[in-house]
């Protein structure tokens, strides 16, 4: 299975709109002490049109220079799933001062570092995933009344939160830690500094997780992102036994579901990311349960076609055919302006749509940080 992805501590937002598509590039997690802003000229954003955008981080004036490419052309609606498949969009509810609003899922974007509450509202995106705080410290963290300005535009907010892993960047991070662990506390991460593998069944963790979800709650979310699902997968590799540490993933997913149901309303989203498998587990609860699931590198490892997607295809669809979300994360834009990064990109949103997913086409190259929007074409027929 693919590595979670976590991106380079300047924010990115690449996105395409396609109907049910939009490309946007920040990848989970932080580097602390960093800071940046991401200009945006969100009058480009609109979801309430069918016209197709391709965005692109903006180091230097980039344009396709093929006429055609630039141009507008007559658009056509997504790909229709057969017969056997679910619809592409799905209706979902956040409870709004005591009313219930109706929202169709047609697009999302993920913007987590320095995120700009006025440029998520004015976007026209369907559902925004976005950190509960603008740094990741409790210093930043968004005031009720910006989710509110989120909502209220139309936008349904969805926060972050990694429940395999500590953050040594979080408000719950003690630094003696580093050198007497707590017995939940496991390994570095070897590829993101400063992450940590957690004995998510343990209690104590829990009791962290659970006052992030307070938090969480109190800003007004209306569901939450749980990142590191998959990290049953690590510790069935490191001591433990897969059935067991898959088990009590499903009965961590299921306590957080109920727990913010209880709080937040029974319309509190809940979306795993990655860690498809583990409806392999289930006996019918956890997928009864859940609002949705996003994975990565589904039908792209970058910018070849994915290992792992005849393993993740078919839970992915069972999901759909549940009549639940399924966003979709490859990172297939080199980021350049050839024709052939468009018709890959365009690609990769066209397999999403036939299988019912909602895409969401991600930068390889994460080092950028402005966005200037340049009109898109119709997908390959």
Known sequence: MPEVKRYIPIVILVAVLLVG???????????????????????Y???STNSTFFSRPLTSTR????????????QTEAPTPSSNETETTSSVFFNESQNLTSLIINSWAYWLQNASPLVIAE??????VMDYSRDGSDETAYSSEEIDLIKN???????Y????????????????????PPAWLGPENPNWEGNYAVKYWDDEWKEIVFEYFDR????????????????????????YNENWTARKMIEFILEIANYTRSKAGEDFLIIPQNGEQ???????????TISGWASEDVFYDGLKPSPWRDEKVPYLDTVVKAGKLVLVVDYVDDGSSSEENLVRILDFIEKAHERGYIPYAAMEDRELDELVIIPGVQPPK
């Open 21 to 43: 598509g939009c490309l946007l590039d920040t990848h989970q997690g932080y580097q602390p002490n960093e800071t940046t802003s991401s200009p945006v000229q969100p009058s």
């Open 45 to 47: 954003f609109n979801g």
């Open 63 to 74: 344009a396709f220079s093929t006429e055609t490419i630039i141009k507008n052309l007559n």
């Open 123 to 128: 976007s026209g995106f369907d559902l925004i």
């Open 153 to 159: 535009a139309g936008v349904v907010p969805i926060a």
């Open 161 to 180: 939160i990694s429940i395999g892993e500590a953050e040594d960047y979080r408000f719950y991070w003690k630094e003696e830690w580093k050198e007497k």
């Open 216 to 239: 969480i709650i109190a800003q007004g979310f209306a569901g939450v992102y749980l990142d590191k699902v998959d990290e049953f997968e690590y510790w069935g590799e490191n001591g």
């Open 278 to 288: 583990l409806l392999e587990y289930d006996d019918g609860r956890l997928l009864k």
